[in-house]
């Protein structure tokens, strides 16, 4: 075959211009540490990159939303602690006030209940970022109001049974409040309870505070079963942040697999396309210049 | 040693082949004794060409000249669509609806409805940037096929122009090879814009036709135009003829061109206007029937607006409700602030079903649309890769029957300069025998 300098030098170029190509290629995805920055760099699997780093983002979401419902139901849980504290004097008291007393002794009796009852008024506002915990849906009204003159406790008119409802996961909707209603309106109402006490305290009348002993026991009956179904809800939310975390970490090695340069291999490359192309280079440089001219006088 | 000396000249004219002198020995002198030989004589200078491997180049060509095309513009494509990159609709759609569930952990939180906003406007500029940008793209992808036009009006120009020189050189002597040789490399730079087919007539004349269009005949060029046509659905653009008669040219740089502009960045502006138009109407419906942030004293709730506005990407845009107070984004299902059920409703339109007959979400259709993308990039890539390959491999094998060696036009010129010496010297010897002869006298 005949071989010109054209045909020579033409395809040399063609060769140094193609490594030039596949080391600017190499160079970025080292430098972006992503083998895929584009879509036509890896057109199969671009689709999964795109689904991956959306199921991330979701996964985050539901993360920060479990966190946020935790926090919410932490304080939740530690309001109803505090009422557990209240109602657990409350029974001395009521144990207390069946033996004779003094008169003076009985008002002081009066006298403490009516601050438990205010305390516990206070817990029922249990406020968590502004919003009110046993509020039900209607989080920014007070969801119960000790009138003035402390013979009421009234409950906000608009209602606090709503149920909070928080994406946990996908198609994974629950709720994480446990509402005023069931809390301290329930089957027991414990603000009347107290208001009954404190009047029997006042009263002076022994057999009716020893008969408010059985709705004080059922009062303190029916916190505790909140406090267990909130306690139960937290762990459940605790393992699904859990969970999500192992599978935040697994579908990240998957993504990183499938989208991340292999630096070791990358670097490999580069450095035997660079002696390629020094070569090729080294090469043009030489035969370009030899020639029969050179020989000749 | 001329013809030499021009080979050298040219050895770096683009299209020039290497032209050789055809010597015979001259007729013979008859004599009593038998034929005396007369020397040399020069029968004709031929360059040295192969038809077929024209043709072959050419046919290489059009392809070549329409993947380089196609993957140049699929890349401004790709670049446009910013995929996978934080800024590209995709994630920004994902960004927006996992936005809503956290709206729905916090519905009373003004913080997180101004953020959910401010998504909502990430999104929306993102729609109508691509759409934009894709319009831009299109004009000028337009402005290109006018000047690409141009220059395959320019080249029939010169051809036609040739033709006519050919045959006026080739009436008086023989082959006008220089001529043919500029005439090659036109036929070679026209097949990149077109795919030509040419027939050439017993005066040397070419002939020029392309998919459906006459581009040459004789010594006449007929200049093509190109337009754009609203033909009810779009805006197409359209080559014609010298008559203005429209053709459909699928080959070339200039198929390639109309191919994008007719067909890809419509499909393309096509799926973005869907996709915006699914979201703005599956996101109003569900937040149109929900209940605002109670405001005022005592507050009170008041039902759902529409979220967006617009009907598809270049009109998209959020309600001026929305704009003006983040309260009006409805989140509750009954009107008490601490209900998200609505939020929860809209950031779950992600996960409805809604194209192709209930089969794919907003985001299938979306991912599947980058994805063909991906793939046509690929495939124009790869065009063409393996077209520059074979073009490549049939330049070289012309290049190796017409292209110039020095080597070898530095070897001829040694054979002449020695056969000159040689032929010296017979003339120094006859004169020496002359003068002997004269002397003599």
């Known amino acids: 075959m005949r071989i010109t300098q054209n045909y020579s030098v033409q395809n040399l170029l063609s060769r140094i211009n193609n490594s030039r190509e596949r080391i600017y290629t190499l160079q970025r995805n080292l430098a972006t540490g992503k083998r895929i920055n584009q879509i036509s760099d890896d057109p199969e699997n671009i689709e999964k990159v795109m689904k991956f780093n959306k199921s991330l983002k979701m996964m985050a979401q539901f993360q920060d939303n479990l966190k946020n419902a935790v926090d919410f139901m932490s304080i939740t849980a530690q309001a109803l602690n505090d009422a557990t504290d209240v109602l657990a004097h409350v029974k001395e008291l009521t144990v207390q006030g069946s033996d004779s007393l003094s008169p003076d002794e009985w008002n002081a009796f009066a006298e403490q209940i009516d601050q438990m009852l205010k305390q516990m008024v206070d817990i029922s506002n249990t406020t968590f970022k502004g919003r009110y915990v046993f509020g039900g849906t209607n989080t920014t009204q007070s969801p119960f109001v000790l009138s003035p003159d402390g013979t009421v406790v009234s409950q906000n008119a608009d209602g606090t049974s709503g149920s909070l409802k928080v994406e946990i996961g996908e198609n994974k909707i629950e709720k ?31 057999d009716a505070v020893r008969g408010l002993l059985a709705a004080v026991d059922s009062s303190q009956n029916q916190i505790l079963e909140q406090s267990a179904n909130l306690g139960a809800k937290i762990n459940r939310f605790d393992m699904f942040a859990r969970q999500y975390e192992t599978q935040d970490l697994k ?15 990358a670097i490999t490359d580069l450095q035997t396309e660079e002696t390629g192309l020094q070569t090729a280079l080294q090469v043009l440089a030489k035969t370009l210049n030899i020639s029969l001219v050179d020989y000749m006088q | 040693m001329d013809i030499t000396s021009h080979n050298i000249a040219n050895v770096n004219t683009p299209g020039f082949s290497r032209q050789r002198v055809e010597n015979k020995a001259a007729y013979p002198m008859q004599l009593p004794q038998g034929q005396l030989g007369l020397g040399v004589r020069s029968e004709q200078i031929v360059r040295v060409r192969d038809g077929l491997l024209d043709a072959q180049y050419r046919q290489t060509s059009f392809s070549l000249g329409n993947a380089t095309v196609k993957e140049n513009l699929y890349t401004q494509l790709e670049s446009i669509m910013q995929e996978p990159d934080e800024t590209g609709i995709g994630n920004l759609m994902t960004d927006f609806f996992s936005e809503f569930s956290n709206l729905a952990a916090d519905p009373e939180n003004t913080a997180i409805r101004s953020t959910l906003r401010q998504k909502a406007i990430s999104l929306v500029d993102a729609f109508h940037r691509k759409d934009e940008q894709l319009a831009s793209m299109q004009e000028s992808i337009r402005n290109d096929t006018l000047s690409a036009v141009d220059q395959v009006n320019q080249l029939t120009g010169q051809i036609a122009d040739l033709n006519r020189q050919i045959t006026t050189a080739e009436i008086s002597t023989g082959k006008a090879n220089d001529l043919r040789d500029q005439r090659d490399l036109l036929l070679d730079k026209l097949s990149e814009y077109v795919k030509i087919t040419y027939t050439e007539d017993q005066r040397g004349q070419l002939t020029v036709n392309t998919e459906g269009m006459n581009l040459v005949s004789g010594v006449e060029a007929k200049a093509i135009s190109a337009k754009t046509i609203n033909d009810g659905v779009q805006i197409r653009l359209q080559l014609m003829d010298s008559n203005g008669k429209t053709a459909d040219v699928q080959y070339g740089r200039l198929g390639g061109m109309l191919e994008m502009y ?34 005022g004293d005592p507050p009170t709730p008041s039902a759902g607006i529409d979220f967006f506005t617009g009907t598809d990407a270049g009109t998209i845009n959020i309600s001026r409700e929305i704009m003006d107070d983040v309260s009006n984004i409805a989140s509750s299902v009954d009107g008490t602030p601490g209900n998200g059920e609505v939020a929860i409703a809209i950031s779950n339109i992600r996960n409805q079903k809604m194209f192709n007959g209930g089969s794919q979400t907003l985001d299938d259709f979306y991912t599947g649309a980058i994805n063909s993308l991906g793939i046509e990039i690929q495939k124009s890539q790869n065009t063409r890769q393996s077209q520059e390959l ?44 002359m003068q002997t002869i004269i002397n003599m006298v």
């Open chain 2, 262 to 295: 007719n067909k890809t960045i419509p499909g393309m502006l096509d799926k973005l206007d869907t996709l915006s138009s699914n979201l703005v109407t599956e996101v109003n419906r569900l937040h149109s029937a929900g209940q605002r942030l109670p405001v």
């Open chain 1, 176 to 206: 994480y409040n446990i509402t005023g209603e069931d809390t301290f309106a329930g089957s027991t109402d414990i603000f009347q309870t107290l208001i009954d006490l404190r009047d029997a305290f006042r009263a002076q009348d022994g």
């Open chain 2, 390 to 433: 074979l073009q490549q491999q049939i330049s070289n094998q012309r290049d190796a029957a017409s292209g110039v060696s020095l080597d070898e036009e530095m070897t001829n010129l040694i054979k002449y300069q020695r056969s000159f010496e040689a032929a010296a010297k017979v003339v120094g010897a006859v004169d020496e025998m």
């Open chain 1, 251 to 265: 579908l990240k090695q998957i993504l990183s697999d499938i989208q991340d340069t292999d630096a070791a291999k």
